[in-house]
């Protein structure tokens, strides 16, 4: 759930920094306005990892995933974007 917050922070961050509408967003993203709307309310039911990956993409990112040993032992779960 971690992972998927942070990829809608950056979906949403990325609509706000071109200035679009959620409706020109939906558009540009294949969806209707609401899942637009639920997605940068943070409500990610029924949004796959690899559906948000497409998002990113057709927005213009690409995306990387990175594994690596820990370096610490604190349990904690981090994302990098």
Do not use: H, W
Not at 16 to 29: E, F, G, S, Y
Not at 41 to 47: E, H, M, Q, R
């Amino acid at each position: 759930m971690l992972v998927k917050a942070e990829l809608a922070r950056q979906i949403s961050a990325f609509i706000a920094a071109r200035n679009m509408t959620q409706a020109d967003a939906a558009k540009l993203l294949g969806i209707d306005q609401p899942k637009i709307s639920a997605l940068m309310k943070g409500k990610l039911t029924g949004f796959s990892l690899e559906r948000m990956f497409r998002y990113l993409n057709t927005l213009g990112n690409d995306i990387e995933i990175t594994v690596k040993p820990k370096s610490s032992n604190d349990g904690r779960i981090s994302v990098v974007c």
